[in-house]
């Protein structure tokens, strides 16, 4: 397996924009059919140290989240996101067999 950990920090994330946010998980899960889960949520480790939301996308290998990085869908998603993230801290790390 191939994980993909993004940590953020987010301002202006009033319900419109969360409920976008999440509409676009829930297409990139319809639409990517090589994304194994895809999940975007509140952070609730007391020690996030201000990164409140996450982003934890699954696939089988590395190849695979490459060409989710590259998908209009993700691409779309960044562009809504980007004004609204303070901060970020990004982990992709792959289990034996997922690289």
Not at 12 to 28: H, M, Q, W
Not at 52 to 66: K, Q, R
Not at 74 to 95: L, N, R, T
Request: hydrophobic share 40%; with cysteine.
């Amino acid at each position: 397996m191939f994980y993909h950990v993004v940590l953020m920090r987010l301002t202006g994330a009033d319900d419109a924009f969360l409920a976008r946010v999440s509409d676009y998980a829930e297409r990139i899960r319809r639409e990517l059919p090589y994304v194994r889960d895809f999940q975007f949520g509140r952070n609730a480790a007391h020690r996030a140290n201000g990164y409140d939301w996450t982003v934890i996308g699954t696939f089988d290998n590395s190849a695979d989240h490459d060409r989710y990085q590259i998908s209009p869908v993700h691409q779309e998603m960044k562009a809504f996101m980007m004004p609204h993230i303070a901060d970020i801290v990004v982990c992709d790390f792959g289990s034996p067999g997922g690289r």
